[in-house]
Antibody, heavy 118, light 106 residues
Framework: QVQLVQSGAELRKPGASVKVSCKTSGYTFNTFGTAWVRQAPGQGLEWMGWVTNSNGDAAYARKFQGRVTMTTDTSTSTVYMELRGLRSNDTAVYYC???????????WGQGTLVTVSS | DIQMTQSPSSLSASIGDRVIVTCRASQDIRKYLNWYQQTPGKAPKLLIYATSTLQSGVPSRFSGNGNGTGFSLTISDLQPEDFATYFCQQSFTMPLTFGAGTKVEI
């Protein structure tokens, strides 16, 4: 069955970086892409960008350009999202999700809580 | 960026009710509209993509409609497991954007 399993919760200080992993299984990794979506506490969903699993081509929301990098490792079917220059309002649950028909996200990871606090 | 406006922000309903959630896009997004369901502490779950195509495994009491800028999600015969927050998402152009959500409560 399709699974996306994310790395565990992280605590970072303002200005630091965080790298979240998303290990996939149950489907042909190179056939799909992966999106990253975040959700601040009690808030809605925010799309950050996506990456083509086969070649690592990525596109980011303008808001995150220059601070985020999404990469893939085809040997382990794992996707990574690194966010730099963390601020307190980056505190959120970060989700990876498989990109599918009409660019919807049909399978999601369990989420990774990133807390930014001094 | 395309703004997605959902209404209502919350609603109260009972088991067996028919519930309609609407979503309006700030510009034409053709049929590139997706619906997700989220329960507390869980990841969103895809219900419907491309306005009206039911994701595999989703009960047929969920249905979607619309085109262009106006869309709706209908839940007929509301079940206990349907009490959740529902989000629309446009996937017509980047950045993909979500509505603010509609919380369906008892």
């Amino acid at each position: 069955q399709v699974q996306l399993v994310q790395s565990g919760a992280e605590l970072r200080k303002p200005g630091a970086s965080v790298k979240v992993s998303c290990k996939t299984s149950g489907y042909t990794f190179n056939t799909f892409g992966t999106a990253w979506v975040r959700q601040a506490p009690g808030q809605g969903l925010e799309w950050m960008g996506w990456v083509t699993n086969s070649n690592g081509d990525a596109a980011y929301a303008r808001k995150f350009q220059g601070r985020v990098t999404m990469t893939t490792d085809t040997s382990t079917s794992t996707v990574y999202m690194e966010l730099r220059g963390l601020r307190s309002n980056d505190t959120a649950v970060y989700y990876c999700a498989r990109r599918n028909y009409y660019d919807s996200s049909d399978f999601w990871g369990q989420g990774t809580l990133v807390t930014v606090s001094s | 960026d395309i703004q997605m406006t959902q209404s209502p922000s919350s609603l109260s309903a009972s088991i067996g009710d028919r519930v309609i959630v609407t979503c309006r896009a700030s510009q034409d997004i053709r049929k590139y509209l997706n619906w997700y369901q989220q329960t507390p502490g869980k990841a969103p779950k895809l219900l419907i993509y491309a306005t009206s195509t039911l994701q595999s495994g989703v009960p047929s009491r969920f249905s979607g409609n619309g085109n262009g800028t106006g869309f709706s999600l209908t839940i007929s015969d509301l079940q206990p497991e349907d009490f959740a927050t529902y989000f629309c998402q446009q996937s017509f152009t980047m950045p993909l954007t979500f509505g603010a959500g509609t919380k369906v409560e008892i």
